[in-house]
């Protein structure tokens, strides 16, 4: 859900959050323009808004929240918003 490419719990221990966190490469050398997060219990996922203007999805998608599978970086496909 962290976008980090694993399952492991962050934050309960220390040295696991702020600078220790790895940077999340969202493919093609994009930038974030906006960034947003929601969900509920284990259902997590962040969604953001690319500088091409595209949106990337990443998280739980237990309830199909993102629209999407795949991976992170290259690997994760932007969200079709049908426009």
Known sequence: QL???DTLQRGDNAGEMGDNLLHIYLGGHRSVHKLAG???FLTGFSCALLDNSTVKCW??????QIGLGGGMGDG????????
Do not use: W
């Open 59 to 64: 998280g739980s998608n237990a309830l199909g």
């Open 3 to 5: 976008g980090q490419g």
């Open 38 to 40: 929601g969900g509920f």
């Open 76 to 83: 994760l496909p932007a969200v079709d918003l049908g426009l």
